[in-house]
Each structure stands twice: as structure tokens, then as C-alpha cells.
């Protein structure tokens, strides 16, 4: 890394810093995909390049576990480079599922640009693979809004999770607690408290049905009481929201178990029903 550090400055002392009037200090020439898709024990190598505008290269490095949400500073890998960086990792084991990030930094005009990188194994919501074991409902790691992780089931050949009581509500807690522990795709949620299920009350405010068959979900729980958390379903974050749409769908927290209702463009993790064992 000295050594590196040592190369930039020589380059910048030597007046590679002179731009030709040129309007953007670099060009990307190889940009990573957003999301890269790996098995456990696959070679991964993505590259990130760009060249400098009439000046010295820009630096190019990669940073991880900057979190699902790409809030995080994260950590700086020891793997950086003049124009390219190549993120390499021989054999992928669980630790390396995580969102990365390409930075591609100039050091002449301290311009910068990040491209965010999700490194993921297959979804496999039902499968016992990953150290999960059998579930009746199956977490999936990806961050969606409300009404596109209820079509992501479908797509799979399943349904969004939806308990109909607190005995199957427990059930889905326990099998989110144990995908959470297990599945490489979860390390990076440790931000995100919330999962999507498939109650709204989008049809009649205060009447929370299910998406798949719209029938009252108080018709189902003992005395119509759903378990919502303390004070909720509430509908509106609060008398300064800035978001004009009511609180018409449904989250359960995977710590207490409990329910929220929330906005459909929010994006978190979901839960599908998996096929009877």
C-alpha cells in the first residue's frame, strides 16, 4: 500500500494533474454490475476501470459491508490500483456475500464516483440449503417495495407469507430468526428490522385482508385482534410526513414478532410461503 501511495504522489509531482480543458476529469470503461450472483465456492472477479481526461489515471478501489441500504462508510479493501481495480476472491464462502462498492477517485480534481455492487447466492426462499433447514416460510434478502415483493412471490410459484393467527405467526417469526442466523444473503440486514407481508387495508381503511385472497384477516385471529405492535396500525407517520399516500400495507419485525402497517414504496426484505413439505 506504501508503495502504491508513493507511485500517485511521484505521478502528481511530475504534473499530471494538467487537465486540456476537458469537462470530466475521467471516463468509466468497465462498470460492475449492480448485483452478481454466486454460488458458495465460485471464483469471483469483477472489474472496475477508468481513464483519466488528458491527466493521470484516477484511483480505483473497493470498499465493503457498506450494508443492504449502501449507508454505511464500510471498510476499505487493500486491493487498489491506477485505472482498474479487480475485486477477487478465489473461493467464495459465506463472509464474502455482501454489498461492496466500487470508488473511482481523482486525485488531481478530487472528483469521485461510487457504483454499488450486491454480491448474492441464489435465493433459494424453500430450499434446506444454507444451514436453514426446513421453513414454512421462506425470508428472501432483497430489498423490494411492498407491491413488487408480493409479485416476487408469484414469480416463484408461491405466495406472499401471511399468518392467520398467533400460533402461524410465531411459526413465521421463528423461521425469519432462523434464515436471518443462516443465509449468506441476510449478513447485510443487520440494519433492517422489517419484512413485508401480504395484509393491506388498501380496499377499506382499517380493514386489513389478505392480498391473495382479500378475505378479513379478523375473521381469522382470536376476537379480530392482529398483532400489531404497541399504538400501531397508526396510518401516518406523523402530522409532518412528506409522503402523501396512507400506511395501507404490512411489515412484521423479526425481533418481537410484531406488525407495523407502512408505505408500499418502502424497500425491505419479504417473506414467501413455501409448498407444504
Sequence with gaps: MLKFLFCVAALLALGYCKAKNTKKSFEILRAPPSEIVVELGETLSVVCAAHGNDMIDPVVY????????????GERIRVSGIGKSILYVEKVEAKDIDSYKCVIEDKCTGDKEEIWVDVVVPDRTCED?????????GASWHYKN?????????????EIALPSSDEEN????????????????????????????????????????SVVTEELLADFYAEGKLPWGKGQPDNRLGPNDK???????????????????????????????????
Excluded at 473497493?62 to 462508510?73: E, F, G, S
Excluded at 412484521?252 to 418502502?266: N, Q
Design 170 to 209: 410465531a411459526v413465521l417469526l421463528a423461521n425469519i430468526l432462523k434464515s436471518y442466523d443462516s443465509h449468506p444473503n441476510a449478513q447485510k440486514f443487520a440494519h433492517e428490522n422489517w419484512l413485508w407481508i401480504g395484509a393491506h387495508d388498501m380496499n377499506h381503511e382499517g380493514q386489513w385482508t
Design 129 to 137: 440449503v444454507y444451514g436453514v433447514g426446513p421453513v414454512v416460510y
Design 146 to 158: 411492498w407491491t413488487a415483493a408480493v409479485q416476487d412471490c408469484l414469480d416463484k410459484g408461491l
Design 62 to 73: 473497493w470498499v465493503k459491508n457498506i450494508t443492504a441500504k449502501h449507508d454505511r462508510p
Design 243 to 277: 409522503f402523501p399516500e396512507d400506511q395501507d400495507v404490512a411489515g412484521i419485525h423479526r425481533g418481537s414478532g410484531k406488525w407495523d402497517d407502512s408505505f408500499e414504496h418502502y424497500n425491505r426484505p419479504y417473506v414467501c410461503l413455501c409448498p407444504p413439505q
